[in-house]
C-alpha cells in the first residue's frame, strides 16, 4: 500500500494524559499537512511541513499541541494534557513539492476520544 | 479570509436522479485553486478534481460534472444518474496561493444519500 497511513486509527485516552500520533505520507511527498475534524464539520488546517521544516502553524494550534518532521519523512502529533474538546478525528495529508494547488492525499485518520 | 460554504446539509435522492451541490467560495486571492473530495462512510478523503482561478472550463468524468463560475463565485457539483455507492459526505474547499499557500479550507460538506 502506497498511501498515507496513519496510526493508530483509533485512541482512548482519559483527561489530562498526553498522546501521539503518527502519520507516514507517501514517500516521494515533500509537504505533509495535519487537519482535525470534528462530528459534522469540515478538516479544520492545524499545521504543514516541507521537508523537516513547519512552515505554518493555525491559531487552532495551541501550546498543548506540538508536530514534529524530523527527517522530512513521517511526522508525529503531540497534545499534552488532553482535554475532552480535543476529541475529534485527527488528519494527515500529503502532497508533492510544487506551486500551490496541489491535490492532498489523506490518509484514514487517528479518531480520539477523551473520556 | 477564505471560506467555503455548502448550504446544503443533507441531500436525499433516489438511485439514477440527478443530484447537484452547491459550492460558494470567498477569497481576495487572484490566484486560487478549488476542490471536491468524497469522504465515504470509511472516513477517509478521496480526491475527485482540482480547478485553479484562470480555468473557468466546466468538466465532466464520467457520471460526475463541475461547473465553475468566478462571477458567482461558485463551483458546484452535479452527479448524473446516482448510485447507493454514491452515498457520502462531500466537501468542496479551497486555497488561496498568496494567503494561504497549501492550506486547505473546507466547507461543512453535503451528506449525500442515494437510496436504492
Known amino acids: 500500500d502506497t498511501g498515507v497511513s496513519q496510526n493508530p486509527r483509533h485512541k482512548i485516552t482519559k483527561r489530562g494524559q498526553n498522546v501521539t500520533f503518527r502519520c507516514d505520507p507517501i514517500?516521494?511527498?515533500?509537504?505533509l499537512y495535519w487537519y482535525r475534524q470534528t462530528l459534522g464539520q469540515g478538516p479544520e488546517f492545524l499545521t504543514y511541513?516541507?521537508?523537516?521544516?513547519?512552515?505554518?502553524k493555525s491559531r487552532l494550534l495551541s501550546d498543548r499541541f506540538s508536530a514534529e518532521r524530523p527527517k522530512g519523512s513521517f511526522s508525529t502529533l503531540e497534545i499534552q494534557r488532553t482535554e475532552q474538546g480535543d476529541s475529534a478525528m485527527y488528519l494527515c495529508?500529503?502532497?508533492?513539492?510544487?506551486?500551490?494547488?496541489?491535490?492532498?492525499?489523506f490518509g484514514p485518520g487517528t479518531r480520539l476520544t477523551v473520556l | 479570509a477564505q471560506k467555503v460554504t455548502q448550504a446544503q446539509t443533507e441531500i436525499s435522492v433516489v438511485e439514477k436522479e440527478d443530484v447537484t451541490l452547491d459550492c460558494v467560495y470567498e477569497t481576495r486571492d487572484t490566484t486560487y485553486y478549488l476542490f471536491w473530495y468524497k469522504q465515504p462512510p470509511s472516513g477517509e478523503l478521496v480526491f475527485l478534481i482540482r480547478?485553479?482561478?484562470?480555468?473557468?472550463q466546466n468538466e465532466i468524468s464520467g457520471r460526475y460534472s463541475w461547473n465553475f463560475q468566478k462571477s458567482t463565485s461558485s463551483f458546484n457539483f452535479t452527479i448524473t444518474a446516482s448510485q447507493v455507492v454514491d452515498s457520502a459526505v462531500y466537501f468542496c474547499a479551497l486555497s488561496g496561493k498568496e494567503t494561504s499557500g497549501s492550506r486547505l479550507t473546507f466547507g461543512e460538506g453535503t451528506q449525500l444519500t442515494v437510496n436504492p
Open positions: 480547478r485553479n482561478s484562470f480555468d473557468e
Open positions: 511541513f516541507q521537508n523537516e521544516a513547519q512552515l505554518e
Open positions: 495529508a500529503s502532497s508533492p513539492l510544487s506551486l500551490a494547488g496541489d491535490e492532498q492525499f
Open positions: 514517500s516521494e511527498h515533500n509537504r
